[in-house]
């Protein structure tokens, strides 16, 4: 178990984009193993994942929250939240778009900070609710979202990875006064 008094998280910036794409890419190869075709996850670049996200965090007018979890200099974990999008449109509600932890620290509470801090952020730009959709068949994350609060909405949709549709999730929770559930 990872000792979180020395974790921290923080606003992400250029100068994280390596180690972002690290965790990014390490998180789909650990956690979508057996889950998503094994020729998408050999095909991801961690460098291409680099500048994607150096250009999306440059990007003038991105609504895009990135968040670091970080100890000792080294960056640990990244979530990114906005707004939740509706087709082309962007509700009210809020979107956690992404939330990953570096391989070897899964279980150590870097990715309940990240949440926290989200939804601490989200619960303060007055977003009445956080959305997320997960891999259907993702059970390990499906169970931390739901140790945090967070409850299947009824929502279902396939997501297209490599030309195999694979059934994702939506889970909700509520930021307000008086709740959890969606």
């Known amino acids: 178990m990872d000792d979180l008094q020395d974790l ?3 606003h992400m910036t250029v100068a994280d984009c390596r180690a972002v794409a690290e965790i990014r890419v390490g998180g789909w190869r650990t956690a979508y193993a057996g889950l998503v075709p094994r020729s998408y996850l050999d095909g991801l670049d961690v460098a291409a994942d ?3 996200r150096r250009a999306l965090l440059l990007k003038p007018g991105n609504p ?5 979890a970080e100890r000792a200099g080294e960056v640990l974990g990244w979530a990114a939240y906005g707004p939740y999008r509706e087709g082309d449109a962007r509700t009210v509600d809020a979107e956690l778009y992404a939330l990953y932890v570096r391989p070897g620290h899964l ?3 870097v990715g309940g900070a990240l949440l926290r801090a989200s939804l601490d952020r989200c619960r303060t730009a007055g977003h ?3 959305l997320l959709w ?3 068949e993702n059970v390990r994350a499906r169970r931390f979202y739901e140790r945090h609060g967070f409850a299947p909405d009824g929502t279902e949709e ?3 990875v490599d030309g195999v549709e694979i ?3 939506r889970y909700a929770l509520r930021t307000g006064p008086g709740g959890t559930t969606p």
């Open 8 to 10: 921290h998280v923080r």
């Open 50 to 52: 680099a500048e994607k």
């Open 64 to 68: 895009v929250v990135d968040l670091v």
């Open 107 to 109: 279980g150590g509470g």
């Open 128 to 130: 009445p609710r956080v």
């Open 134 to 136: 997960v891999l259907k």
């Open 158 to 160: 396939l997501f297209e």
């Open 167 to 169: 059934p994702e999730l």
